[in-house]
């Protein structure tokens, strides 16, 4: 495989997604909706975005025996992803998003994850030799935290570089952020983890420094298009996002994770590479639907060019 391959642990959905006016309350229906399908899923749209960005990419999924599942691995063949390291279930049915896009741009997501919820730490260890050989593990906690955690004891023995994009939001054991060499959460999932609120740079640097408590080497908290905290130990840089007009941001965080991973894998460095990340999810948020809008390197590479 060689240590410049990104492993991409996490889950493969098939988004159902209706464009609406607005994002319906409890007990109201909208109508005039859209409708459209699209492939997703956390762990699927990374993998997506860092082979389009460019990146030697390897995913270790796990979807169900249906047409939802062979859609998906065959999407993955056709942007060079590795496939042979996921997994079908004859006992639940892929994962499945219900998606509401609302004319700003915003959006409200219920998920049945089918048989994400079935890739377990074993599926891990059958595939640790492709872990431990990578350069970089990229993760998510859209499959179960178990799993996760397997996956990063893995990369961590073999001193690899993890990233963790902790989402969606949920506390998370010390032990995993110790073994996380980047933390990547927006503002709702960094307050989750450490119980501060994020409503400007000062209280996002205050989490930072409770997540460097927490054994978290690097930190990035991503506010959309205000830009990102880069933060380490040492030093905390506040990056810029690029100002577009939003379509759907459905998938904007994926995009810039699978991105991120890439541009650390070129060795470029920190702010640098948010940025290259910042540009992808960018144009992403110009499209709709979840892997539909992700750009490809030409598109990346013109789009900062133009910026």
Partial sequence: MGNNTIVVVGSSNTDMIIKVPRI?????????GQFSMAAGGKGANQAVAAARAGG???LIARVGEDLFG?????SFERD????HCITRDDQAPSGIALIFVGEGGENSIAVAPGANANLTPAH?????RQISEAGTLLTQLETPLETVLRATEVAAASGKRIILNPAPARPVPVELLRRVS??????TEAEVLTGIPITDNKSAAA????LFDQGVSVVIITLGARGALVATREKQEWAPGFHVKALDTTAAGDVFNGALAVALNE???LVDAVRFAHAAAAISVTRLGAQPSIPHRKEIDEFLARH
């Fill in 70 to 74: 062979e859609e998906a691995v065959q």
């Fill in 207 to 210: 989490a930072a420094e409770h």
């Fill in 124 to 128: 891990v260890d059958r595939f640790s």
């Fill in 80 to 83: 060079t992803i590795d496939v």
């Fill in 56 to 58: 030697k990419v390897l």
């Fill in 182 to 187: 980047i933390l990547t959460p927006n503002e």
């Fill in 267 to 269: 060795n470029e460095p």
């Fill in 24 to 32: 319906p309350r409890p007990g109201e229906t909208v109508l005039g």
